[in-house]
């Protein structure tokens, strides 16, 4: 291996925390990885990483010498990319993870036109509800939908995913359509648990600037948005749900909106990836084009997030969301109360 190859073995093993898992994402032996280990350590004459039989941390020397590799393994990223006649379209693999029906319903379907816009850059998608550790999984960057939590990561601001509450016909022609909020008391909700926490979501909605909130009875408890969609077609119940995942299951009629005045607070959503100063281009352009996949006009998907005026070597609407580049990161929905993961 060259030395630039050596530091990106060992940036990967410090963020994976392991030789096993560096060895996986970047496709190598695992006598590999650790030959390369080896030789660095050997170069710099310093020990860089401790190694236990349960986990591998890097030294004092280590962490100060992974700062280093960061900004170097981006600066000759960038100066590769200089000299390209495809300059704007840069090379290489983009590891992105997603919540699941976005990514199924939303994403997916329009990857051919990022992969013809970039013809460098290929995809590794990942789509899934699960929690994900984007340092020690080796993910490029990941969408989150809630409010986000302390991650060590930065986030990108993409935009409000709207909610809204549906029920089926059936449904109402046996329960009568709540009017007001007060009617939901008479009502049956399919109820939603957290997959992360178990934790049964109350119904939510907004009113004279604040937002109210109800335990609602319901015979059927699901864990996904699919689940809750299809109970809900079966007349089990309403729910609360992000309007593309219905619009056209509204458009045609199989379900009926209600409420429509007192919807929950949208879902702020956010594209996370770690190291703002060694952001790469390529998670730059897939950002953007992200969040054209993601604001459809006239229909109920999401607001586009405000633009602010910021250097040019920084993602528009990026902020820290903490400073420890190795916390773990929370699962794909951060935290919304009433409404499946998108």
């Known amino acids: 291996m060259d030395r630039i190859d050596l530091f990106r073995v060992f940036a990967r093993v410090v963020e994976s925390a392991s030789f096993t898992r560096a060895a996986e994402t970047l496709n190598l032996p695992r006598s590999s990885v650790s030959t390369a280990i080896q030789e660095l350590e050997g170069r710099l004459g310093a020990r860089l990483l401790?190694?236990?039989?349960?986990?591998?941390?890097?030294t004092a020397d280590g962490m100060a010498f992974y700062d280093h590799c960061l900004r170097l393994i981006a600066d000759v990223e960038e100066a590769e990319n200089l000299f390209r006649h495809d300059g704007a379209s840069p090379r290489g693999l983009l590891r992105v993870n997603l919540p699941g029906r976005i990514g199924r319903l939303l994403v997916a379907p329009r990857l051919p036109e990022f992969l013809g816009r970039y013809p460098g850059v290929d995809i590794e998608l990942g789509v899934t509800d699960r929690a994900v550790n984007l340092v020690e999984d080796g993910i490029d960057c990941v969408l989150r939908v809630g409010p986000l939590h302390d991650s060590g990561l930065i986030a990108r601001r993409m935009g409000d995913l709207d909610l809204v509450n549906v029920a089926s016909p059936a449904y109402l022609a046996q329960h009568g359509i709540p009017q007001v909020p007060a009617d939901l008391v008479h009502h049956l909700a399919v109820r939603y648990a957290s997959p992360s926490t178990g934790r049964i979501e109350a119904w939510e909605w907004e009113e004279g600037g604040a937002t109210h909130s109800l335990p609602m009875s319901g015979r059927v408890t699901v864990n996904s948005a699919e689940a809750s969609i299809a109970c809900c077609l079966a007349g089990l119940g309403l729910i609360q749900v992000p309007g593309y995942d219905v619009a056209a299951l509204v458009k045609s009629g199989a379900l009926?909106?209600?409420?429509?005045?007192?919807?929950?607070a949208p879902l702020p959503m956010a594209l996370?990836?770690?190291?703002?100063?060694?952001?790469s281009r390529?998670?730059?352009l897939f950002a953007d084009w992200l969040e054209e996949v993601l604001h459809i006009p006239g229909q109920p998907l999401a607001h586009p997030a405000p633009r602010t005026s910021l250097p040019a070597d920084v993602m528009p609407d990026a902020i820290t969301v903490s400073a420890r580049p190795r916390?773990?990161?929370?699962?794909p929905l951060a935290g919304k109360a009433g409404a499946p993961s998108p």
Not at 256 to 264: M, S
Not at 272 to 279: E, G, S
């Open 50 to 58: 401790a190694r236990t039989t349960r986990s591998v941390t890097p």
């Open 272 to 279: 996370l990836y770690p190291h703002r100063k060694h952001l």
């Open 327 to 331: 916390a773990p990161a929370p699962g």
């Open 282 to 284: 390529r998670i730059q």
């Open 256 to 264: 009926v909106e209600v409420l429509p005045q007192w919807r929950a």
